[in-house]
């Protein structure tokens, strides 16, 4: 199983390159973020726990993200491969990641790192912002402060996969298509 976890700030690309993505190589896709705006749509329990603090550009509890993949793993342990979509987002987060994809025999296959700055960052999102419908896109502070959270709190997670020999830094700027030729060949390699 090729287990990809695509990772990097807020407005990195993670999402429009995991689509391709999924596109090219037939790999299943979960976006944490993404389960839990349906889940607030819903008006489910789960979203209304995650609601407040995804409202404020914080972090949602570690155990409610780790149910998701959890959950996800039990319906999907047998795809072919899933890119892992800001997701793990915490040193807890990676490790218990690393717990069960090790009772089912599995792996974090390689971290895909997308590089990008600040100022960037901040324009993507608020551009992101016009058509989203996402209302952490909307407001600057709360962009500002949900790029803090991923350099106080979740960085660190490249660490981790380093540590394992398993990450891959990209540049994250640059066009579309660019972006996804670098991703590629990283993928490309661990085919062969
Ligand atoms: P995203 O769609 O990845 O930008 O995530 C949107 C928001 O969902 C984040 O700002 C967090 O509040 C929350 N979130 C998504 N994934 C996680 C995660 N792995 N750990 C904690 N919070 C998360």
Sequence with gaps: ???????????????TQADRLVAKYGLLHVSTGEVMRNEIRRGTALGRQAEKQ???GGLVSDELVLDIIADYLKQHGDAK??????FPRTTRQAEEFDRMLCDMGETVTVMISLEVGD???????LN???????????????I?????????QTEIVKE?????????VIDGVGGIDAIFDRICRVIDKLEK
């Design 144 to 152: 500002r402060n949900r790029i803090a959270v991923y350099k106080k």
């Design 81 to 86: 491969g899933t890119i892992f979509d800001g």
């Design 119 to 125: 100022e960037e960052l901040v324009a993507r999102l």
């Design 1 to 15: 199983m090729l287990n990809i976890v695509l990772f990097g700030p807020p407005g990195a690309g993670k999402g």
């Design 54 to 56: 995804m409202e404020g």
């Design 160 to 168: 981790f996969y380093a540590r394992q020999g398993k990450l891959e």
């Design 128 to 142: 992101r912002g016009k058509d989203s419908g996402r209302a952490d896109d909307l407001d600057e502070s709360v």
